[in-house]
């Protein structure tokens, strides 16, 4: 099983994986790790270090940050070096649920391309879409 592991500013780790929690009703071998403003750099690499052990089950991990640039990312990229990571930014709902049902795989580059094209089709100008549907 590829494990997850949802980094971001704030509580928005800990909220996403709470909504697919509820929406899915478990969400198997994933971890939450909030940054907070104040927190210590190194001791912020370490948690997401820890993370990423106790989720590897040796099919490799999916990092998903909030935004490519932000420190979450940032402290993330660290970890690309080492086997079997990969890295998704601007984590979102729809990209969560879709990993929950790939995750059984044990492609994790194909699992992270299919994760991120889903989160790309999720996101839509409503008012576009809306409009373009009633006429």
């Known amino acids: 099983m590829i494990g997850g592991v949802i980094v971001s500013h704030g509580r928005l780790a800990e909220e996403l994986l ?4 509820i929406i899915l ?14 927190d210590d ?10 993370s990423l052990k106790k989720v590897d089950q040796k099919n490799g991990v999916i990092i998903f940050t909030d935004m490519f640039g932000g420190t979450p990312s940032n402290l993330s990229f660290s970890f690309l070096s080492e086997n079997k990571i990969e890295i998704i930014t601007g984590v979102n709902l729809p990209m969560l649920i879709k990993f929950v049902s790939l995750q059984r795989s044990n492609n994790l580059k194909e699992v992270a391309r299919k994760v ?12 576009a879409l809306l409009n373009a549907r009633s006429k």
């Open 41 to 50: 750099v190194e001791e912020s690499k370490k948690k997401i270090s820890q």
């Open 116 to 127: 991120a094209e889903q989160g790309k089709k999720n996101i839509h100008l409503a008012s």
């Open 25 to 38: 009703g478990e969400a198997p071998n994933i971890e939450a790790i909030s940054i907070g403003w104040y």
């Open 18 to 21: 709470n909504a697919l929690t």
